[in-house]
């Protein structure tokens, strides 16, 4: 997307809130909102879930404009478009605020910081949270929710087992400096791309493999191109729920209400089908018979630990050591 049609987009999108407060009341308020990932995701069915819960409860005075699989923008760019108001919500993974200059969203990148779903909601639902929403506003950012998608398996064109078997695969990452030392402490070469460029990137040999949740491995079809997927949940992949702030702001109070209504009811149900879909779509993965889906043995968990857990420690300096401590702390690790 180049520069000039964020602008117009921006321009349009200004326009239709403007026209709003003087059109009739027949007029819809457009909201637009953009996700790189499959339909067929706990993103996309949440995206779903969010416009119908949101268009019934105001009555159709807002019309929301679910936009998929990066038809209308790639990662790096929709943060851009949301933040000159050419879209409205976006719901980028917690990966995509560290570019942003918000690098205490990093700490959800660090290898094996939850333990599990429990603790993850913890810290997303408490004082660690709200703290991040709070930085968003200063860069024109209102965040609404945390919605789950899952924890990460790597996947190759030959077996992963060991910390070893990564020495010199050029792996796929979000733009992240937590997911790049991560690569880094395994011996890999991380190479960031776009999310809707991976497929192609592992069928040309572009990179060799990289990290998802099972259900945007299978989405994308990235199994098609990867021989073999370790079970490794070694990190967390989620998401903030985001709108433009001015947008939001702006809107009338009993409309806002509503949407934060359907905003609440859509995370509950996101949050809900995360961890089923996860597991289906692993057991999709295993089923075409194509890939295989590697459990690791508790002698290699603990090989892959020994090597990623420095990272947490490593990386404070750069997320701020009261952010990493704060969450270590809420998940029980830190006393
Ligand atoms: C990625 O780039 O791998 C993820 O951010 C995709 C997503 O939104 O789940």
Redesign the pocket.
Known sequence: MKFHSLIIGAVFAGASLGAFAQAPASSPIVIKFS???AAD?P?GKGAEKFKELAEAATKGKVKIEVYANSVLYK?KEEMEALQLGAVQML???L??FGPLGVKEFEVFDLPYIFPDRAALEKVENGPVGAMLFKKLEGKGIRGLAYWD?GFKVMSANKPIHLPDDFKGLKMRI?SSKVLEAQMRALNSLPQVL??SE?YQALQTGVVDGTE??PS?LYTQKMNEVQKYVAVSNHGY?G?AVIVNKKFWDELPADIRTALEGAMKEATKYTNDIAETENKDALAKVKATGKTQVYDLTAAETAAWKKVLLPVQEEMKSRIGKDTVEAVQKETGVLK
């Open positions: 996700h790189v990932v995701t993103k990662d719901a980028p993974s990966a995509k998608n979000q776009a999310f991976v998802n949740p945007n992949l998401y």
